[in-house]
């Protein structure tokens, strides 16, 4: 869950007019990225399914933003 809040957080900052952006994002790589945390929606923990179907969602606003 700690990767997919990084994740996050680096989507958030990511601004396409940066040329000096460390990470370049794309819609492509942000939906491959939140394929891969997709099973924390199923986790048996609350806590963890709900922060993590927040988290992708605001991966799926990002990537339809791009």
Do not use: G, M
Request: charged letters at 35%.
């Amino acid at each position: 869950l700690a990767k997919l809040e990084q994740l996050v957080a680096q989507v958030r900052e990511y601004s396409p007019a940066n040329k000096r952006a460390r990470v370049k994002f794309t819609k492509a790589k942000i939906e491959t990225e939140a394929k891969k945390y997709a099973d924390l929606k199923e986790s048996e923990d609350p806590v963890v399914a709900r922060e993590a179907k927040n988290c992708l969602a605001d991966l799926a606003w990002a990537a339809a933003e791009l």
